[in-house]
């Protein structure tokens, strides 16, 4: 499929998706004037996998525990690259020279001085361990982005590790742009008491859901659910350039039944 096809296809889906464009940091401005800015990615075999990310289908899972966060947004599980093809990547990830165990100390001191209190607050463990949960989704998902690999820097600029506050400022910034609790509470779903009784009535349908996600950006997530609650919200993205990611229809499968209790946060 040719390019001009190509745009022609995702063209309205690019308009309906409210595209988040993120500013490229300055010291990756010398690789990027060698680098096709509206390269879809999936879509080429031919370029380069620091021009636009290899696996370049990703899935943003956003989760709903009444425990963690503000009660008024869904926090990150995690943003995850798969195959072209919607295969999951090696568990281990994909770089172990940059498998850090230090995470929360690398964010800590890095150039954004704000992402440590973000990460605190919209990506916090549900186990208790913010270091080990970070650590986790780097190892596993980070290491596999392809245009955060170190070689993709400008050696003159580059300081070690800086790729991966970009990763999470990254997800934070889709997190805070996609925004679930406002998508589903602009079409008339909010959190409810816990459900009680046989038949409870706060609840809402699975197609209510996907019908509020799709207007809001255009396409349908996946709903995942823990017995009827409601648990966790996918988008799914693929990317345009290095870093303009933008939605798509989703490539898993909802885990919900038909009726869903989305319950208010303690």
Same mark, same amino acid.
């Given at each position: 499929?040719?390019?001009? #096809?190509?745009?022609?296809?995702?063209?309205?889906?690019?308009?309906?998706?409210?595209?988040?464009?993120?500013?490229?940091?300055?010291?990756?401005?010398?690789?990027?004037?060698?680098?096709?800015? @509206?390269?879809?990615?999936?879509? +080429?075999?031919?370029?380069?996998?620091?021009?636009?990310?290899?696996? =370049?289908?990703?899935v943003m899972a956003l989760q709903?525990? =009444?425990?963690?966060?503000?009660?008024?947004?869904?926090?990150?599980?995690?943003?995850?690259?798969?195959?072209?093809?919607? #295969?999951?990547?090696?568990?281990? =990830?994909?770089?172990?020279?940059?498998?850090?165990?230090?995470?929360?100390?690398?964010?800590?001191?890095?150039?954004?001085?704000?992402?440590?209190?973000?990460?605190? &607050?919209?990506?916090?463990?549900?186990?208790?361990?913010?270091?080990?949960?970070?650590?986790?989704?780097?190892? %596993?998902?980070? &290491?596999?982005?392809?245009?955060?690999?170190?070689?993709?820097?400008?050696?003159? +600029?580059? %300081?070690?590790?800086?790729?991966?506050?970009?990763?999470?400022?990254?997800?934070?910034?889709?997190? +805070?742009?996609?925004?679930?609790?406002?998508?589903?509470?602009?079409?008339?779903?909010?959190? &409810?008491?816990?459900?009680s009784g046989r038949r409870p009535?706060?609840?809402?349908?699975?197609?209510?859901? %996907?019908?509020?996600?799709?207007?809001?950006?255009?396409?349908?997530?996946?709903?995942?659910?823990?017995?009827?609650?409601?648990?966790?919200?996918?988008?799914?993205?693929?990317?345009? =350039?290095?870093?303009?990611?933008?939605?798509? @229809?989703?490539?898993?499968?909802?885990?919900?039944? %038909?009726?869903?209790?989305?319950?208010? #946060?303690?």
């Amino acid at each position: 499929m040719n390019f001009l #096809k190509v745009f022609i296809l995702y063209a309205p889906l690019l308009a309906a998706a409210s595209v988040v464009v993120v500013q490229t940091p300055p010291e990756q401005q010398r690789e990027l004037q060698t680098c096709p800015i @509206d390269a879809i990615s999936c879509e +080429s075999t031919t370029v380069d996998a620091c021009c636009s990310p290899a696996n =370049g289908l990703l899935v943003m899972a956003l989760q709903w525990d =009444g425990r963690y966060g503000p009660s008024d947004a869904f926090t990150v599980h995690g943003l995850w690259p798969d195959t072209c093809k919607g #295969k999951q990547l090696p568990g281990g =990830g994909c770089d172990r020279v940059r498998s850090y165990t230090n995470i929360s100390s690398i964010i800590e001191h890095g150039s954004d001085r704000q992402l440590l209190d973000d990460m605190n &607050t919209y990506w916090p463990s549900n186990k208790g361990d913010n270091n080990w949960f970070w650590t986790h989704e780097w190892v %596993k998902h980070g &290491t596999c982005v392809t245009t955060l690999q170190p070689h993709c820097y400008d050696p003159a +600029s580059y %300081k070690p590790q800086q790729e991966v506050s970009e990763y999470f400022r990254k997800v934070l910034d889709l997190r +805070s742009h996609y925004d679930i609790y406002k998508a589903l509470n602009s079409s008339g779903i909010v959190p &409810t008491e816990p459900e009680s009784g046989r038949r409870p009535k706060n609840t809402y349908t699975l197609k209510q859901f %996907k019908d509020a996600v799709r207007a809001a950006w255009g396409v349908e997530p996946n709903v995942k659910c823990r017995g009827r609650r409601m648990q966790e919200v996918w988008l799914w993205f693929k990317v345009i =350039g290095r870093d303009r990611y933008y939605p798509v @229809d989703p490539w898993g499968a909802d885990t919900c039944p %038909k009726r869903i209790s989305y319950q208010r #946060k303690a």
